[in-house]
């Protein structure tokens, strides 16, 4: 999968990255930003995630996003559940190292699964959950195509205050097959 500015590249998560997975999944600093809460997650429970990750799945695409030179594996991109029946996916993406957002990589790696999503897998509409003031995050939705189409009120609870969740969409139609 490539795009025209090639920084980063997908690959399927394998269990070899568990260290870094791990890692991210214990960083709370991290899930302010995210839907899911934060919960302290052991070895075995991640191992347990990673199993699910890395098996064959026609339910779920989970991709790890690699620096182009160097290989570095700097966050995770999913499309999790894919609704085969009604051609729909769920997307979620964390840049679990910090010095690494802000870059474009978030963008790349967005567009590169969004043309994965519309040209490879023949879905008709992506869609995601974001944290209302989870500003930056939005601006890049929106930047490839994503509209806002409702909004939770006090859907989460994260940092002692209950927060409205947008959820975003973009349908195939939206999606710009040549430009990243
Ligand atoms: C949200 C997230 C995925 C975005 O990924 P990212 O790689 O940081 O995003 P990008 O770099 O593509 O774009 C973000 C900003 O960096 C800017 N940017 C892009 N390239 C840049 C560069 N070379 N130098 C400086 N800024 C740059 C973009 O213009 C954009 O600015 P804006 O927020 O003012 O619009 C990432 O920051 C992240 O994982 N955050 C924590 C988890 C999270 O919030 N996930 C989403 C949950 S719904």
């Known amino acids: ?23 991210w999944h214990n960083d709370p600093e991290l899930y302010q930003t995210l839907v899911d809460g934060f919960r302290f997650v052991s070895r075995t429970a991640e191992r ?17 996003i690699c620096l182009a030179p160097g ?9 999790r559940p894919v609704n085969l029946t009604s ?3 769920v997307l979620g993406i964390l840049i ?22 519309f040209v490879d897998l023949g879905l008709e509409r992506v869609y995601l959950e ?3 003031d989870n500003e930056q995050a939005i601006r890049l939705y929106e930047r490839v195509g994503f509209k806002t189409e ?11 205050k209950f927060r409205d969740v947008l959820v975003m969409g973009i349908l195939r139609a939206e999606f710009k097959t040549t430009e990243a």
């Open 96 to 117: 679990g190292e910090k010095d690494h957002r802000r870059q474009g990589y978030g963008h790349q790696a967005l567009w590169q699964t969004l043309r994965h999503a």
């Open 87 to 89: 051609r729909n996916a």
């Open 130 to 132: 974001v944290v209302a």
């Open 150 to 160: 409702g909004r939770l009120r006090n859907h989460v609870f994260k940092e002692g």
């Open 1 to 23: 999968m490539t795009s025209p500015q090639n920084k980063v590249y997908l690959r399927a998560l394998e269990e070899e990255d568990i260290e870094r997975t791990q890692r």
């Open 48 to 64: 347990e995630w990673i199993a699910k990750r890395t098996s064959y799945s026609s339910s779920e695409v989970s991709l790890a």
């Open 71 to 79: 290989d570095e594996h700097i966050g995770n991109i999913y499309l």
